[in-house]
């Protein structure tokens, strides 16, 4: 383990056969993203700016989310740092924030669909993730978004964010390349249309796989239904990373999904650009990407698609594994 580290903790991400990954990490203090960097990380892939909002009686204001949002950005030093707004709702609860009770919160109010409904918390962020973003390598991250049409407020709140700083004569980030998160199945199912007005896709494993298999894997009824492994998800997985290859549209993987030995090599053969782990998967998925070849990787794809059940595919994948 200890060789592992160092051995794959400064080079970049290179397959058996040469092709090139963006191995990135996920944080969610801004502080963070120096130790990430020292850690053999390539960049930030998913920063969850949510935690800037807990334990707190008042949201932070704008100033000082740029400034945090700056911290991040300067931690990276001049890597690409990809911040995703507020991910509130769901299993995010925000205390400083209201948020109705809701009986479903998983079906409700989240990420998005709430940021779009409180506006001008949503210009704030976004307003302060601009005004961090002057010169810097900074992408965007939309969560929980299921249709095109939340994407296009998202954007047209961003150019209105742009326009205010712009009238205002304040420094501002000129063009910031935003992503959009599939963690729904619907933005999964219309992952070609997306992929055409994004500019960049980021697999959210742990929700959407939560939302494919329809049960809550904190329910210990259901939780051994939540399988990421079930062919139903890998299936979604491969339609989302062919759309994003088609129309030429990177595309990563952050869930936990993605630090998965056994997983890694599928979706490396489905086409995926890159992956977002914790620090301390980096040396490891460095590690499994450098074993296998696309022609291996497809044959082992090709495998697994003709399988049926998930204890198949564990079974199959286990047994490929390797480390
Ligand atoms: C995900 O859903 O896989 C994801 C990366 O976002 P979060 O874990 O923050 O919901
Ligand atoms: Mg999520």
Request: proline share 5%; charged share 25%; aromatic share 6%.
């Amino acid at each position: 383990e200890r060789r592992c580290m160092e051995r794959f903790r400064d080079r970049s991400t290179l397959s058996a056969d040469g092709r090139e990954y963006r191995l990135y990490c996920n944080i969610s203090m801004p502080s963070a993203s120096a130790a990430v960097i020292e850690a053999g990380g390539e960049g930030v892939g998913l920063f969850r700016t949510e935690y800037l909002f807990m334990n707190r009686s008042v949201p932070p204001t704008e100033e000082e989310q740029a400034e945090a949002y700056r911290q991040a950005l300067k931690g990276a030093g001049g890597r690409q740092v990809v911040i995703r707004t507020l991910d509130i709702g769901g299993d995010k609860n925000v205390p400083c924030l209201s948020t109705q009770k809701e009986e479903n919160p998983f079906l409700g109010l989240r990420g998005v669909r709430w940021c779009l409904q409180n506006e001008e918390v949503f210009l704030t962020q976004l307003r302060a993730l601009l005004r961090a973003g002057a010169g810097e390598n900074l992408s965007i991250l939309f969560p929980m978004v299921s249709t095109l049409s939340e994407l296009r407020s998202c954007r047209s709140l961003l150019q209105k964010a742009r326009e205010q700083l712009i009238n205002e004569g304040r420094p501002c980030s000129e063009s910031v390349p935003a992503g959009v998160m599939i963690e729904t199945p619907s933005a999964a199912l219309i992952a070609d249309h997306l992929s055409r007005e994004a500019a960049f896709l980021s697999i959210g494993t742990n929700d959407l796989t939560g939302y494919i298999m329809a049960c809550d894997r904190g329910n210990p009824a259901v939780g051994g239904l939540y399988d990421p492994l079930h062919p139903a998800v890998l299936r979604v997985l491969r339609h989302i990373i062919r759309c994003g290859s088609t129309s030429g549209t990177p595309v990563s993987v952050c869930g936990e999904t993605a630090a998965d030995p056994r997983l890694v090599p599928l979706y490396m053969s489905y086409g995926v650009t890159g992956f977002s782990v914790s620090a301390v998967a980096v040396p490891r998925v460095r590690k499994t990407v450098s074993l296998w070849s696309k022609v291996e990787a497809d044959s082992l794809a090709d495998s697994v698609g003709r399988l049926n059940t998930a204890a198949e595919v564990r079974e199959l994948l286990d047994s490929a594994q390797r480390t």
